[in-house]
């Protein structure tokens, strides 16, 4: 049984930084596609990041040059370091694992596992 598990995520004021982190246990297939994902109260589940099977990265533009995807020790561990944070960075913030992502990396119905989601508070 897959199953997928956030850890970090907190409260910081505009400008700050945090670290989340995810871990997918019970994957055993050589194919694997991990992505970051966040909703804020009211909105859409939107993409955030991924990292593909060849480690191909992907930004959404409202995080591009603040936020940093990358694989842990483990290929099935994924951190996202989130820097100068905005008060409009605040949702949960959801881990998500699929086999491949390629062109579809930012369509949240292409990943199959979820994890509970951690969340990120930010305050002006």
């Known amino acids: 049984q897959v199953q997928v598990a956030e850890s970090g995520g907190g409260s910081v004021q505009a400008g700050g930084s945090l670290r989340v982190s995810c871990a997918v246990s019970?994957?055993?297939?050589?194919?694997?596609?991990m992505g970051w994902f966040r909703q804020a109260p009211g909105k859409e589940r939107e993409v955030v990041a991924s990292?593909?099977?060849?480690?191909?990265?992907r930004y959404a533009n409202s995080v591009k040059d603040r936020f940093t995807v990358s694989r842990g020790s483990a290929k099935n561990s994924l951190s996202l370091q989130m820097n100068n944070l905005q008060p409009e960075d605040t949702a949960m913030y959801y881990c998500?694992?699929?086999?491949?992502?390629?062109?579809?990396?930012?369509?949240?119905?292409?990943?199959?596992?979820w994890g509970q989601g951690t969340q990120v508070t930010v305050s002006s």
């Open positions: 998500a694992a699929t086999w491949a992502c390629g062109s579809s990396w930012a369509a949240s119905s292409i990943y199959t596992y």
């Open positions: 019970g994957w055993t297939s050589s194919w694997f596609c």
């Open positions: 990292i593909d099977d060849d480690g191909e990265l």
